[in-house]
């Protein structure tokens, strides 16, 4: 009979302990709730950019707080959830029309998709990954809700069911595809959208 020993790893820092994650995200949503704010002085570009770097950089080097695996999908099925959202997105510019709401400039595309691609990665990554356990329907709800609350200071109430539908398709990309990553290119087409003429 041979004994095993097993060595126990360490959790990564941050990914054993809730109540800090709770914190992050917490902060990480207190920011995003006080953009009209911090965008109101003359710096509000590069304030802009600061603050979507920083929940980039939140979201992307947070540790996973599960075990979790990335499951090996098919290419086909990955492109399919993807297809599927950004037909979501464009739909809804058919339907909703509208006007875009700054000038078509280079920078206006340049923070709208550093904006997908940070909240995706705070969003879709760090807060779905902590919420995983508790099952798919809570970690898409609960980053759903959050998502369209975040948007209420900027845009105003009325966009809460709008950005509440879009979070449950991002959300929805985030478990079909389980990959943050379909989200953020799916985020990032429809803030596109939202500027083109």
Known sequence: MTATVEIARPAPIGADRPLAVALVVAAGCGLLVLRPVLFSGGHSMAIGIALFALLA???????????????????????I??????????????????????????RVIALNSLAAVAEEAFFRKLAFD?????????AVAVTSILFAVVHVTVYGFWVLPLDLAAGLVLGWQRWAGDSWTIPAATHVVANLLVVLP
Do not use: M
């Open 57 to 79: 950089a939140v979201g992307l080097l947070w540790p996973s707080t599960t075990g979790h695996r990335t499951r090996a999908l098919p290419v086909r099925q990955r492109v």
């Open 81 to 106: 959830v993807l297809g599927a959202g950004i037909a979501a997105f464009g739909l809804a510019r058919v339907i909703g029309g509208g006007e875009a709401p700054a000038p078509f400039l280079l």
């Open 130 to 138: 902590a919420l995983r356990d508790r099952g798919p329907i809570v």
